[in-house]
């Protein structure tokens, strides 16, 4: 016990010693969200600095901690990862990556692709050079997810895939895409799927964005016209790609709920929910009406709450002891959570939280109107909150189909 205790000492010294040498000041600051390094070709740097973090983390194998250091990680325990996390927090430092390769392509690969798959393609992720975007969603099939139709022909040494996949975040800002694709119609529709990695500049895709009623276009509708792919870009084998598609989800869903919960906007609303109702309903330090305030704390105990559910269910999923399906529950309870917080902050602010522009609201007022609206899509991605809670019911509790 005691030299356990004392080789996390050691361990906890030696990356306070490396942070504090290596992170830049300036990575040491809350970061807004236009400042995220998603990394890819693509990538245009704000600052020196964000690039000098991720290249100093990536080299270290610390933009993804856990992973076999063949593959671009450090290999590092739960425990030592722990530590890092927690000292990277203590001197508030940067992620200085973020990526849907790190939450979700990456997990998936390292259960299902090949030796050589894993060597080519992990390592990029590590290091920020090839940003993925999600081929799942299309317009006809997004919780039925299942059913779709996007077709890939055997062609000999290559497929040809044909089709379309709506609200593909960042498929514009991408490199390359995961795909799910159709390989086999004459058979039960989760038996003809197939998993499929092609580079977007292929020729024959295309992608345009759609506006979201926050203002931003995060996501894009996305066209493939016989594109030519590879067959040595099939992870697992034919027509056994929706196992690898439902893990993948389950990585998402459970990672978009820490990552959103974590990052500097999500706990500034937090702190800004208490700040905001003191100076719209109150004197500045005391909220004048007793509901609101029980509110507010009701709300403050539900998130700490699952704050702990949270760790706990990361804790058994990184020692093998959770079977997945608990992040329905979370990403489930983080949607509902999320939503809850910008409800009350419209009855904090009332009128105030209707700005959009122009010169009658503050830019602070605007900005939480926008994040009110974005706020609604969080039920919907990775999702929705009524699939999720069709999963909690037939894989939790074991209730019939
Ligand atoms: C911000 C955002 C980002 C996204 N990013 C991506 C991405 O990168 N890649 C990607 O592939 N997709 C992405 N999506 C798509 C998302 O996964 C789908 O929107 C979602 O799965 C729902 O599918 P749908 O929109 O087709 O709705 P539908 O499936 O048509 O659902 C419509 C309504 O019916 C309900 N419903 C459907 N089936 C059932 C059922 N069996 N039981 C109970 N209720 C049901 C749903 O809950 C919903 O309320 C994103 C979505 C959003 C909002």
Known sequence: MSDRRESNDSFRRAV??????????????????HEIVWGGRKQKWFSRDAKVWLERMAERGWTVPHWPKA?????????????LNEEMQRINARLPLQSFGMWMLGPALLEFASEEQKRHYLPQIARGEVRWCQGYSEPSNGSDLAGLQTTAKDCG???????????????????????????????????????????MESDGVSASPIPLISGASPFCQV????????????VGKLNEGWTIAKRLLQHERQMVSVIKGNTPLARSTKLRLEKLAQH???????I????????????????????????????????????GNAASLIK?????????????????????????????????????????????????????????LNVIAKRILGLPD
């Open 223 to 234: 066209f493939f016209d016989n594109v030519k792919v590879p067959k040595s870009q099939l």
């Open 280 to 286: 719209y309903a109150g004197d500045g330090q005391q």
């Open 288 to 323: 004048n009406d007793p509901i609101l305030r029980a509110k507010i704390c009701h709300h403050k105990i539900d998130g700490l709450a699952f704050k702990l559910t949270m760790n706990r269910n990361l804790e058994e999923s990184r020692t093998g002891r959770g079977d």
């Open 71 to 83: 593959y671009g990680g450090a290999g590092l325990d739960a425990r030592e990862v722990k530590i």
């Open 157 to 199: 040494d290559h497929f040809l895939v044909n089709g379309a996949k709506i609200w593909t975040s960042y498929a514009d800002q991408s490199d390359w895409i995961f795909c799910l694709v159709r390989t086999d119609t004459e058979v039960p529709k989760q038996e003809g799927i197939s998993f499929l990695l092609f580079d």
């Open 16 to 33: 306070r010693d490396w942070l504090q040498e290596h992170c830049p000041m300036s990575m040491r600051t809350d970061m807004p969200e």
């Open 332 to 388: 489930y309870y983080n949607s509902e959570l999320n939503k809850r917080k910008f409800d009350l902050l419209r009855e904090v602010m009332g009128t105030g939280m209707l700005g959009w522009n122009g010169e009658g609201f503050s830019a602070e007022e605007i900005d939480t109107t926008r994040q009110w609206l974005r706020s609604r899509a969080n039920s919907i991605e990775g999702g929705t909150s009524e699939v999720q």
